[in-house]
């Protein structure tokens, strides 16, 4: 009971001065009570304001709501083999470019640029629904264009360069709007694709450089190959021009050794040669201190600075592989092989004997080494095609299918999934049905090889075709843009018409395909590749 109670008088004695105390602050106390419940209110109110400033007035950051499919029709247009993404409405969905040229639809665009119909309409439509977000009328005729070029214009934007007519014209990839345009009499004949400088003269902005060569020159009808140099910033010509001094060159592009040594490839029909960029720009009489890459320098001409890197007669193509990790090498095709060579130390990885290929080769990981292997289309003649993935570690044959080919052939493409195995993509016909006017793309799991899922498609001559990621890490998605080639100067009775689809939905409405007909396909086999399929998340990484 003592127990009990001591804690209880302690009580009492502590009530009592708290009591006391209490009744000598009694009208500070009210005072306080009154604050008490004013900051409770006010707190109150401030939780509300923060709920409905977030529900209403500040927005969410709510992902852009997106059509899974999308078609963009221009009736009695003519199109290009081009099309770029890029986000220029900032709503972190990529957004499309492509380029038109048609007598009606585009006639007030035209005409409010003070240009006859028809005109060259460079065109951006909203990645989410198709629709266009701006329109820029050019002069025709087209030769070439760059989106993603960066340094343009006086705030040194990125945006899109088109050589048309006899102009120039730096366009502004957010608005649409003509940032410069200079004639291009310099570089009248130039190629694409341009080469990429860094600041050259003290702009603080990028710079670029075209090339100039005549592909169908001979040896005996030589075309001096030049390069121009411009200001990104105002489009206007800075430095000498150079004369780089090689012949038969058919094709050029630019490469970045391991190092980070910025090089220009020149492919010719004697072989490959490399010339550093610090080199060519010193000639223009401009200096930029770019790095070169001591072991090719070694090796190169002591007259004219070039690297022999592969002499053969039968080059046709040379294309970069970024690898993950390994260092940079380039695949090389020839009329009849395909080898890898490792730009560090010069020496051919492999090589592997080809039949003539219909389209550019696609890179995309197929099995688990993490080199990214290579997906080939050989001509097997009567329009039949042998689509195969090459080892890039090897070159071996991982996997082959024969399909029928057909007119236009679109590169295949690939696209990354976080299970480091990339998902193809390509086109041809079926033997299941030889009488069938149309063709099918073909979708390829690399885990489940047996089988491809096939989809009838709609789209008549297809003239660009491309996978993409759309958004960071989601929406893999595919376009097509199809209609009259306005370089063939075909006649436009069919429309010119720009599709996307997300490469997901085409899973349930294609049917299985089985890559080599001996095997019967069972159902599960069926189910499972859907289901693999439906399962797929995407990696950011190309
Ligand atoms: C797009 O066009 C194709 C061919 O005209 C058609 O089959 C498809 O349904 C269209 N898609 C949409 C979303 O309009
Ligand atoms: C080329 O650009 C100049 C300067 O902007 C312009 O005046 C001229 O009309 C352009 N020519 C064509 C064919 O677009
Ligand atoms: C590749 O072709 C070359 C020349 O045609 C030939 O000598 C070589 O044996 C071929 N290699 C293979 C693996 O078939
Ligand atoms: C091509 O097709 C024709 C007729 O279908 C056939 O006679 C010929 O043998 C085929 N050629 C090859 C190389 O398959
Ligand atoms: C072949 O194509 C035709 C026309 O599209 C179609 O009617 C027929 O069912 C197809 N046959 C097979 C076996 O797919």
């Not at 038109?100 to 003070?114: E, F, I, P, Q, V």
Request: contains cysteine.
């Amino acid at each position: 009971m003592a127990d009990a109670s001591e804690p209880l008088k302690i009580g009492e004695t502590e009530g009592g001065v708290a009591k006391e105390k209490s009744c000598a602050g009694r009208l500070g106390l009210s005072h306080l009570s009154g604050w008490r419940t004013a900051a409770l209110l006010l707190s109150l109110f401030l939780c509300l304001l923060v709920v409905f400033a977030f529900s209403f007035i500040l927005p969410c950051p709510v992902r852009p709501q997106y059509h899974s499919s999308w078609n963009h029709t221009l009736p009695d247009a003519v199109t290009y083999d081009f099309l770029a993404v890029e986000d220029t409405n900032e709503d972190k969905v990529l957004d499309v470019f492509f380029i038109y040229k048609d007598a009606d639809a585009s006639r007030n665009t035209c005409l409010a640029a003070d240009l006859f119909a028809p005109c060259l309409v460079l065109t951006a439509v909203d990645g989410t629904d198709g629709k266009p977000l701006w329109e820029r009328a050019l002069a025709p005729e087209f030769d070439w264009v760059e989106c993603g070029v960066k340094g343009l214009g006086r705030k040194g934007k990125s945006g899109c360069l088109v050589a048309h007519a006899d102009n120039l014209t730096a366009i502004d990839k957010q608005s649409g709007g003509i940032m410069w345009q200079r004639p291009r009499s310099p570089v009248i004949n130039g190629n694409l694709p341009l080469i990429n400088f860094p600041d050259l003269n003290s702009d603080g902005k990028e710079d670029f450089a075209v090339l100039t060569y005549n592909p169908e020159a001979t040896s005996f009808t030589p075309t001096p190959t030049e390069l121009v140099f411009f200001s990104g910033q105002s489009g206007d010509q800075i430095g000498s021009r150079v004369d780089v001094e090689v012949i038969g060159i058919f094709a050029h592009l630019q490469f970045r050794t391991s190092n980070g040594a910025p090089y220009l490839l020149l492919l010719t029909d004697s072989g490959l040669y490399a010339v550093s960029l610090g080199r060519l720009a010193v000639l223009a009489g401009l200096d930029s201190g770019m790095k070169r890459e001591r072991s090719w320098e070694e090796t190169s001409d002591d007259h004219n600075g070039f690297v022999a890197l592969y002499p053969s007669a039968s080059l046709k193509r040379v294309l970069t592989v970024y690898g993950s990790g390994s260092p940079a090498s380039l695949l090389i095709q020839t009329d009849s092989s395909i080898s890898l060579l490792h730009t560090d130390s010069l020496k051919m990885a492999w090589s592997t004997n080809t039949s003539a290929l219909l389209s550019t080769p696609t890179f995309g990981q197929f099995d688990k080494d993490g080199f990214p292997d290579i997906m080939i289309e050989e001509n097997t003649g009567n329009n039949s095609k042998r689509v195969r993935v090459l080892s890039g570690r090897s070159g071996d044959v991982l996997w082959q299918v024969d399909l029928l080919s057909w007119t236009s052939n679109p590169r295949p493409a690939s696209v990354l999934t976080l299970n480091t195995y990339s998902v193809f993509m390509l086109w041809g016909q079926s033997h299941s049905n030889q009488t069938n006017e149309k063709h099918s793309s073909f979708l390829l799991h690399p885990r489940y090889a047996k089988l491809l899922l096939e989809r009838r498609s709609s789209a008549h001559n297809i003239v660009s075709f491309k996978a993409t990621l759309l958004e960071r890490g989601r929406h893999a998605a595919y376009l097509v843009l199809s209609g009259p080639d306005g370089r063939q100067h075909s006649s436009n009775s069919e429309p010119v018409i720009l599709s996307k689809r997300k490469i997901k939905m085409d899973v349930r409405e294609s049917k299985v395909y089985g890559v080599s007909s001996e095997e019967p396909i069972s159902e599960d086999a069926e189910s499972s590749v859907r289901e693999a399929f439906h399962r797929l998340r995407f990696s950011d990484t190309q």
